[in-house]
């Protein structure tokens, strides 16, 4: 089986804190002992040698920037106070994953399907004695302030882009997390072009008016890369079991995010990670298929290095490579081995064969 995780914050920890994700997380973590970066950050969960540990071919790699108004420290230089230092910052992004591939070739941007297949193809050919399978990265841009005025979000499809969130908190083109609202008019010019383009649209984040507006409007391929249901994360930024609903009927698949605070309302940083066990994650899987009636709605979409370290996660995980050990409790819980393969990657990997250009 191979894994999909479906947002990933890696040119954000480049660039803020200058991790070399080309080493381990073990490594990452022993450089960083002396310094203040887990007070920020936590601990990483993310490396070159945890990815391939942990089956993890391919990854939805997000160009995030916040607004200036939820700066998190002096020490956080990704913020923006207007569209025009968005857009240098998400470029800088964009530069930090070409630079990863440039300085090791295993890593591969995915833009079209011959990339994908090619990633794919390292995974599951025959090994060789001299080469590991490729680490796939697909653009995502989360939040859409980077793009100025909606034309130019064909300049970023241009430049790799694959998938677009329209909103963080509030943005030029939706209301968000913590700041509700609608579709706004640069919103709904913007994804009438995105459909033209063939981009993914990603509802994340979005405030659920602008949500179920995106979703009837919106023409091309939806999806939510990481949120939980509401059951388990009972705020705007959880998804209603009606909201899961509505994207299941447009074919759209959620990540599931294994985020202790996600995963068990009351849960905060400093508590103990051994209260959580990813059993909570099977938890949140196993209802999002009983709400859509199959196994083909729901992947993972871990967050990791977004916000929380490994001090945050359920108490099996230590890096990205346990993720896996998912695909054994959903056997027990009565999953097939073809539905577990989907949950884990396989039906991430059927939307982008069938959206990504050719």
Not at 332 to 352: A, D, F, H, K, M
């Amino acid at each position: 089986m191979l894994i999909v995780d479906a947002h990933e914050d890696i040119a954000w920890n480049i660039l803020t804190f200058g991790r070399d994700y080309t080493r381990s997380a073990s490594w990452i973590r022993m450089q960083e002992r002396e310094t203040p970066v887990p007070s920020y950050n936590g601990n990483t969960l993310l490396g070159r040698e945890e990815w391939l540990a942990g089956r993890v071919g391919v990854i939805f790699a997000t160009l995030f920037v916040s607004p200036a108004r939820r700066k998190l420290g002096e020490w956080d230089t990704q913020t923006y106070k207007d569209s025009r230092e968005a857009y240098r910052l998400a470029h800088l992004q964009l530069d930090a994953y070409r630079r990863l591939a440039d300085i090791c070739p295993q890593f591969r941007l995915i833009g079209t399907q011959n990339d994908l297949k090619e990633v794919l193809d390292s995974w599951f050919s025959p090994p060789t004695a001299t080469a590991d399978p490729y680490i796939g990265l697909v653009p995502l841009m989360e939040g859409a302030d980077p793009i100025p005025k909606p034309k130019m979000v064909e300049e970023w499809y241009e430049q790799g882009v694959r998938i677009v969130g329209l909103a963080w908190e509030e943005t030029a083109y939706a209301g968000g997390t913590h700041e509700p609202g609608p579709l706004k008019r640069a919103g709904i010019q913007l994804i009438e072009i995105m459909a033209d383009l063939g981009l993914i649209l990603d509802l994340s984040h979005l405030a659920e008016e602008a949500y179920y507006q995106a979703l009837d409007r919106y023409e091309g391929t939806i999806v939510v890369t990481h949120a939980n249901p509401r059951r388990f994360l009972p705020t705007s930024r959880g998804l209603s079991d009606e909201m899961i609903i509505r994207l299941a009927e447009r074919g759209g698949v959620i990540g599931v995010v294994p985020y202790n605070a996600f995963l068990k309302p009351g849960w905060h940083k400093g508590d103990p990670k051994s209260a959580v066990h990813l059993a909570d994650v099977a938890d949140v899987i196993d209802h999002i298929c009983q709400l859509t009636g199959d196994a083909m709605h729901v992947g993972i979409g871990s967050d990791f290095d977004g916000g929380f370290g490994v001090e945050h996660v359920p108490a099996e995980i230590d890096t990205v490579a346990d993720l896996k050990k998912l695909g054994s409790i959903l056997e027990e819980r009565g999953y097939t081995t073809e539905q577990v393969s989907n949950i884990l990657g396989g039906n991430w990997l059927r939307l982008l064969t069938n959206s990504l250009p050719g």
